[in-house]
Every structure is written in structure tokens, then in C-alpha cells.
């Protein structure tokens, strides 16, 4: 396993337009969390999953996002009708439920939207 | 509400010495993680070393160690004999259940 892995690295998207956002977790990894990070912030907490329930979503920017984990393993995040503001690097992290050493972060997808 | 507060947007430190990145918190829990994680240009966030408020000892990762002050709500990161590879943005973050809070980060210059 070679951690968390995000796709795409980069996304060019014009204003309007959907985009959707891929996170492999690491397999035995049964929690999956979505963050924004704006330049020179720190990250903001989206949503996330357990297992594929998701338990918190009331923090998603808007109703034009959304996320999803259909069999537990892989997560989807998409932004639909997207805007200038909406620019910014979009991290994924995992972790299991049996320990608490940390979130291990993907490299994120960086969204401009232009 | 829960808050981190990073109060230094900027440190640097000469390449051998020691330098301390400060961190606060805010919270009426009184069982949580908080940890430190470390961001280099253009890639991804690196966890340095976690705490768990229950215990006592301060965490140690070979350079790294904190000094935890649960009373004071402080949990500051020192980085001994400082290596060109330790520039980076770094972050400390409170772990509340679900998710993580974190601060507007440290960005850490090592001047060789």
C-alpha cells in the first residue's frame, strides 16, 4: 500500500463547470475525510466518512458540493457549477477507527478555476 | 468553539541550531490528541508527532519533541540541530472526534 492517493494532482476547469475529485485511502483505513486548504491557511474540515456512512456533512461549503463513498473504499468529491472561489487545493485523508496515530493526507487536488 | 492558535507566521533558523514554533488551543475536553504536521512546497502534509492529553510526558521523534502544557492549552514544537530538509509550513492541529482543527501554520526558513 502506498498511502493515500488523490486524482487528479491538478485540475483547470472554467467557472460553471462540474468537476469530481478521486481519494484511494489506504486499504484497512475505514475512516476517509475531505479538507480545503486556501493558500496560506490551514486546512477546513468538509466531511467525512465511516465506512461508507457519511457522518458529517453540515460543514460542505455549499449545496453544490458533494461527496460520496459508495462501497467503503474509494471516495468521490464534487463540486458542481464551480466558481473563482472555489479555488484551492483539496486534501484527503484517512485513518482507522482502531488507532489514533494520526490522518495520513493524500497530495491533494489543486483546483483553478478560471 | 474549539480554536488553534498559531501565533508566528514566520521563523527561521540557522542550519545546526534549535528553534521552538508555538502553538495554542482551545477546548473543555478534557481527553484529545493534538498533533504537528509539516507541509513542504507542493507537497503533502507529514504528521511529525502526535500527544495525547492524557499523559504527562512530552512526545519525542528524534529532533522533534513538544513541550505540552495541557493547563496552559500550549503545545509548542521543538526542532533540534535543524537540517536544510526541516523548511516547510508547519501546522498544529487538535484532534475533536471527527475532525481536525488546525492553525494558520508556521512557515519555517532554515538559513545554511
Known amino acids: 500500500d502506498t498511502g493515500v492517493s488523490q486524482d487528479p494532482r491538478h485540475k483547470i476547469t472554467k467557472r460553471g463547470q462540474n468537476v469530481t475529485f478521486r481519494c484511494d485511502p489506504i486499504?484497512?483505513?475505514?475512516?476517509l475525510y475531505w479538507y480545503r486548504q486556501t493558500l496560506g491557511q490551514g486546512p477546513e474540515f468538509l466531511t467525512y466518512?465511516?465506512?461508507?456512512?457519511?457522518?458529517?456533512k453540515s460543514r460542505l461549503l455549499s449545496d453544490r458540493f458533494s461527496a460520496e463513498r459508495p462501497k467503503g473504499s474509494f471516495s468521490t468529491l464534487e463540486i458542481q457549477r464551480t466558481e473563482q472561489g472555489d479555488s484551492a487545493m483539496y486534501l484527503c485523508?484517512?485513518?482507522?477507527?482502531?488507532?489514533?496515530?494520526?490522518?495520513?493526507f493524500g497530495s491533494g487536488t489543486r483546483l483553478t478555476v478560471v | 468553539a474549539q480554536t488553534v492558535t498559531q501565533s508566528q507566521p514566520e521563523m527561521s533558523v540557522q542550519e545546526a541550531e534549535t528553534v521552538t514554533l508555538s502553538c495554542t488551543y482551545d477546548?473543555?475536553?478534557?481527553?484529545?490528541?493534538l498533533f504537528w504536521y509539516k507541509q513542504p512546497p507542493s507537497r503533502q502534509m507529514i504528521l511529525v508527532i502526535r500527544?495525547?492529553?492524557?499523559k504527562q510526558q512530552n512526545a519525542t521523534e528524534n529532533r522533534f519533541s513538544v513541550n505540552f502544557q495541557k493547563a496552559a492549552k500550549s503545545f509548542s514544537l521543538k526542532i533540534s540541530d535543524s537540517q536544510l530538509g526541516d523548511a516547510a509550513m508547519y501546522f498544529c492541529?487538535?484532534?475533536?472526534?471527527?475532525?481536525?482543527?488546525w492553525g494558520a501554520g508556521t512557515k519555517l526558513i532554515i538559513k545554511p
Open positions: 485523508a484517512s485513518r482507522s477507527d482502531s488507532s489514533n496515530y494520526g490522518y495520513t
Open positions: 486499504s484497512e483505513h475505514n475512516r
Open positions: 466518512f465511516q465506512n461508507e456512512a457519511q457522518l458529517e
Open positions: 477546548t473543555s475536553e478534557s481527553d484529545y490528541y
Open positions: 500527544q495525547e492529553a492524557y
Open positions: 492541529a487538535f484532534d475533536s472526534n471527527y475532525q481536525l482543527i
